[in-house]
């Protein structure tokens, strides 16, 4: 019996393993393809591309059925599918008609680095509520909290009549009047239940209700509210706790474009600018453009690095992060009784009152080398050296080791987040170099080094807004002559609602429940500008996605060049400032068309420009122009060398303020060898929507490489409205 028990179990083991080993060679064959098919052909009555694509697919397997291979259909905005290939299939399915492109889909990340705080529209701005709760801001994230109180419908009617989405959240899942909608794509969480946090987070920036008296363990207390707190969320789940799948996002987009969301807003993005045409993200925001949605995009969180800005479509508002005017702060005391003033955001009191020992990493291990151990790295702290003391450690973690090793709190010397605080999962503080240096004294001065570490406390900064050191930057490598990011909003140290099953600091070992929670990111910044887009939106409902933009990008704050070295290209346009956005004068307006000419003059064939439309878009045989005359409310020019030059941009405005208005155009350079002239410098309007055109000729003299980037403004003038644009003339291009 015993015999046959084990006979039987090592059989199954075997079983078992050759199973996963011909899945494991099987899976490194077969990856998940996205297999593009354009745009979908209204004429064709009865057509059903799901049948389509298992036919398809059936004419290039090689032993795999399709029904196996297919993974997704997308048939409700656009053409395609998602299926697992291998190499030779792909290669056969290129080539077949009506195929527009494959490509591997790919895993993109969401964009937080963790942390926490809160803006919005003041409880006193004025709102169009019957036009704003007709608004429906699809949401692509980690899903929803849909119990927390900002999503509550109390007080709201029946979704608008253009709804045409589902309730589908899994089990144990309901919407209800505010959260009208919720579609799950991620295969390894059946459930539209947010796990992370993230997702919770970003809907409530955007639209969650007003919720009074919010914090996180008192910190950062306030009102929670969204930028259109009586607009409807509709929720696409495509990320996990393993990021977010392509194949996942392109459903997302297909389904949301049909269910008639207004708004999407998109918090996650891949980790380099990737050619548009093979870019998911770039084909789903095109086709949404085109219905009329506008696409609010995370620019990143790989700044400061020049050219790490992956949000790079035209079409696409790509937002930066920055800090807004409380900043969260620590303070360490040590034992002869000095202050040392660090970063994160630490919800714990000091559980004892009086200090306890301070270990360095070097001197807590037996276990690992110098280097491992100074840094903390896993494995390496003693828990009978560290148990009930505070650790230092030379290298930024997540506190995991020290967590795991029994330590009471951290220290950490910080050369990569100087203006952010993160959440650990116990006490902790990040010190800058300096500090870092000072402590270091203080161990080597006393025998017995003891320190406390406080609660964090607010503190107001008023050098804020400062774009933060993680956004992402510009200039874009693919588009090098329109100018990315295109706004900054905040996203460092935002309160918002977070699901109470997710850990706040990401740690498994963190048993803390919160209903709200600070995070930062670009990802945090996305949906402010999502908010105000929508806001905008519900006064002028009929507005395309380029006018909410401009109207967002020609209103925004000035940003400080001297405390943003990288201008621009950290900022874009400013501040959003959405208050002035729904008034704004004049727009610079574009469709699908002018993008599609756009293409053509950066050099695309009809061919390549297909592989992004999806229909029989095409070129003329001539250039009409170059990318920078795209109709954009900024305007950048790329010139690799370093010669004199002159460039020029053309651009149509369309008013939008007082029928009868003239705008004179005045203009600022950085320096004098950058000269601007307008011609016309005047314009006036005599009809609403009018539009006029007018040409920005722009003369610089010698760049050098110490001297690469001049920069310049213009700003139309009525009296009452100011339509600004940055200029940026630049040769400093990073390498891809
Ligand atoms: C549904 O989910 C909520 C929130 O997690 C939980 O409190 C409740 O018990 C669940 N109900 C069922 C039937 O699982
Ligand atoms: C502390 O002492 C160690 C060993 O004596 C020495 O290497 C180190 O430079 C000292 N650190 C400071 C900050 O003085
Ligand atoms: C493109 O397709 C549309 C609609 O399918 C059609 O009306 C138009 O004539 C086509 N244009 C070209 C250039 O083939
Ligand atoms: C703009 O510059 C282009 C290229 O230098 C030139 O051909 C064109 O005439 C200029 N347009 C205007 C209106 O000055
Ligand atoms: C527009 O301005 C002109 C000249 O000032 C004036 O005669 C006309 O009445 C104005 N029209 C409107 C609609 O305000």
């Known amino acids: 019996m015993a015999t046959l028990k084990s006979l039987s179990f090592s059989h199954i083991i075997l079983v078992v ?78 080539r077949m008609d009506g195929v527009v492109s494959v490509f591997p889909s790919r895993t993109l990340q969401l964009h937080t680095t963790r942390s926490w705080n809160f803006m919005g529209l003041t409880a006193a701005t004025k ?32 979704p608008p009549k253009k709804w045409k989405g589902t309730c589908n959240g899994g089990t144990n899942f309901t919407c209800n009047n505010k959260l009208i909608g919720a579609r799950v794509y991620t295969e390894i969480e059946e459930t539209a239940r947010d796990r992370e946090g993230h997702g919770t987070h970003t809907a409530s920036t955007a639209a969650g209700n007003r919720v009074v008296g919010v914090s996180f363990y008192g910190m950062a207390r306030g009102n929670a509210r969204g930028g259109v707190p009586s607009a409807r969320i509709a929720v696409y789940k495509v990320c996990s706790y393993i990021g977010c799948v392509e194949e996942d996002i ?27 045409s093979a870019d998911s993200l770039a084909i789903g925001t095109f086709h949404a453009m085109a219905k009329g949605i506008l696409t609010s995009s995370s620019a990143g969180n790989f700044g400061p690095e020049r050219g790490s800005t992956s949000s790079v479509a035209p079409w696409m508002f790509s937002v930066a992060a ?13 034992g002869d009784g000095t202050q040392l003033v660090g970063r994160s955001v630490n919800s714990f009191g000091s559980r004892r009152r009086s200090k306890v020992d301070l270990v360095y990493g070097t001197t807590a291990s037996t276990l690992c080398d ?52 993160l959440t650990y ?56 002559d329109i100018i990315k990011p295109d706004i900054s909003a905040p996203g460092v140290n935002i309160l918002a609602a977070f699901s109470p099953i997710a850990s706040p600091s990401n740690d498994d070992g963190d048993t803390r429940s919160v209903e709200y929670s600070i995070l930062s990111g670009t990802s945090m910044a996305c949906p402010h500008v999502t908010g105000s887009a929508a806001y905008v939106k519900s006064f002028h409902p009929d507005w395309s996605p380029a ?50 000419e756009m293409l053509c003059n950066m050099g695309y064939d009809s061919r390549k420009v297909r592989l992004i439309s999806g229909d029989n878009s095409s070129c003329p045989k001539a250039r009409t122009g170059e990318a920078k005359d795209l109709n954009y409310p900024s305007m950048g020019r790329y010139v690799p060398d370093l010669k004199p030059f002159k460039t020029n941009f053309t651009r149509t405005v369309t008013n939008v303020g007082f029928p009868n208005s003239t705008y004179k155009a005045k203009v600022t350079s950085s320096g004098p060898e950058m000269k601007i002239s307008v011609e016309p410098s005047v314009l006036s309007f005599k009809a609403l929507n009018e539009k006029k055109s007018f040409v920005v000729t722009v003369s610089v003299g010698e760049l050098s490489l110490k001297h690469p980037a001049v920069f310049g403004s213009l700003v139309w003038s009525d009296g009452i409205h100011r339509v600004r644009s940055p200029i940026a003339i630049y040769s400093d291009l990073p390498t891809n």
């Open 17 to 94: 393993f050759m199973a996963i080993v011909v899945n494991a060679t099987d899976e490194e064959d077969r990856k998940v393809h996205i297999v593009y098919m354009g745009a979908l052909n209204p004429d064709q009555d009865g057509y059903s591309p799901s049948s389509q694509h298992l036919s398809i697919l059936q004419q290039v397997l090689e032993g795999s059925s399709a029904t196996e291979s297919l993974v997704r259909s997308y048939k409700r905005s656009f053409n395609g599918f998602a299926a697992k290939l291998n190499e030779r299939e792909r290669q056969k399915l290129a």
């Open 127 to 158: 709102r169009q509520l019957n036009a704003e709760s007709d608004v429906i801001v699809g949401v692509f994230d980690t899903g929803i909290w849909p119990e927390s109180e900002s999503f509550s419908d109390k007080g709201f009617g029946p």
């Open 250 to 276: 392109l459903s997302a987009f297909d389904d949301a474009i049909a269910d008639g969301v207004d708004i999407i807003s998109l918090s996650l993005g891949h980790s380099a600018a990737a050619e548009l």
């Open 322 to 334: 920055s800090s807004i005017d409380r900043q969260i702060i620590d303070r360490l005391v040590l």
């Open 370 to 421: 110098f280097t491992s151990v100074r840094r903390c790295s896993y494995g390496c702290l003693d828990r009978r050296l560290v148990k009930g003391k505070i650790v230092l450690c030379d290298k930024v973690s997540l506190g995991a080791e020290p967590m795991r090793a029994g330590a009471l709190g951290v220290l950490m010397i910080d050369r990569v987040f100087n203006d952010v605080a």
């Open 425 to 480: 999962p116990l006490p902790a503080v990040l010190l800058s170099s300096e500090n870092g240096e000072k402590l270091k004294l203080y161990l080597n001065s006393t025998r017995n080094p003891q320190a406390k570490i406080l609660k964090s406390e607010a503190i107001h900064d008023s050098s804020a807004p400062v774009v933060a050191s993680f956004s992402s930057r510009g200039p874009s490598v693919i588009i090098p």
């Open 547 to 596: 006018a909410l933009k401009s109207a967002l990008m020609t209103t925004a704050r000035r940003m400080s060049a001297v405390k943003n070295e990288d201008t621009v290209f950290a900022y874009g346009s400013g501040h959003i400032d959405p208050v002035k956005a729904k008034n704004p004068g004049l727009v610079y307006d574009a469709h699908k068309e002018n993008y599609i």
